[in-house]
Antibody, heavy 117, light 111 residues
Framework: QLQLQESGPGVVKPSETLFLTCTVS??????????WGWIRQPPGKGLEWIGS???????YYNPSLNSRVTISVDTSKNQFSLKLSSVTAADTAVYYC?????????WGQGTLVTVSS | QPVLTQSSSASASLGSSVKLTCTLS???????IAWHQQQPGKAPRHLMK???????NKGSGVPDRFSGSSSGADRYLTISNLQSEDEADYYC?????????FGGGTKLTVL
């Protein structure tokens, strides 16, 4: 059974960079045809797609966040990562990593990141 | 880029059925969508992939009580024999040119 687990700091200071890692187990991140993505959910609000990386390494980002987002993959560790720069309070959210083929079908449990000084 | 519209809330009685709607924006009526369930305090759970033809494929372990259907730009999720654990937020999702979009979600209350 495929499992995804997010890890990273729970608090980030304003203007700094948020960095999260997703560790995939029960399957290879190099498997063809799958995208590996990040989705976030501000407290009490809906889901927002942040960006995805294809198994080949191609990246795709939400246009509203494009200038601040970088997603990368480390196939040797079966992990992919999110960097979000210049964070503000509006970036406070639960961040999920997930696999997508046709829609996101496997999700991590999520990790709360609070932007606060 | 497609937009997905969902009602903000719905309610139905225990043991009854409810039909939730997700509407695709103009020009995107043939798109495939996915339905997800998010119980309070939990991560979203993939329920099914639903095509414009009404054909759907459910995720692993999704009860038979959950089914999907389509009509034009509308995609439906029907939950039969409602249980208390079905009280949750339900999101639809679609994708286009390597961009993914979520609907605003429907909060389902089981009375």
């Amino acid at each position: 059974q495929l499992q995804l687990q997010e890890s990273g700091p729970g608090v980030v200071k304003p203007s700094e960079t948020l960095f999260l890692t997703c560790t995939v187990s029960g399957g290879s991140i190099s498997s063809s045809s799958y995208y590996w993505g990040w989705i976030r959910q501000p407290p009490g609000k809906g889901l927002e797609w942040i960006g995805s990386i294809y198994y080949s390494g191609s990246t795709y980002y939400n246009p509203s966040l494009n200038s601040r987002v970088t997603i990368s993959v480390d196939t040797s560790k079966n992990q992919f990562s999110l960097k979000l720069s210049s964070v503000t309070a509006a970036d406070t959210a639960v961040y999920y990593c997930a696999r997508s083929y046709t829609g996101h079908d496997y999700w991590g449990q999520g990790t709360l990141v609070t932007v606060s000084s | 880029q497609p937009v997905l519209t969902q009602s903000s809330s719905a309610s139905a009685s225990l043991g009854s059925s409810v039909k939730l709607t997700c509407t695709l924006s103009s020009g995107h009526s043939n798109y495939i969508i996915a339905w997800h369930q998010q119980q309070p305090g939990k991560a979203p759970r993939h329920l099914m992939k639903l095509e414009g033809s009404g054909s759907y494929n459910k995720g692993s372990g999704v009860p038979d009580r959950f089914s999907g259907s389509s009509s034009g730009a509308d995609r439906y999720l029907t939950i039969s024999n409602l249980q208390s654990e079905d009280e949750a937020d339900y999101y639809c999702e679609t994708w286009d040119s390597n961009n993914w979009v979520f609907g605003g979600g429907t909060k389902l209350t089981v009375l």
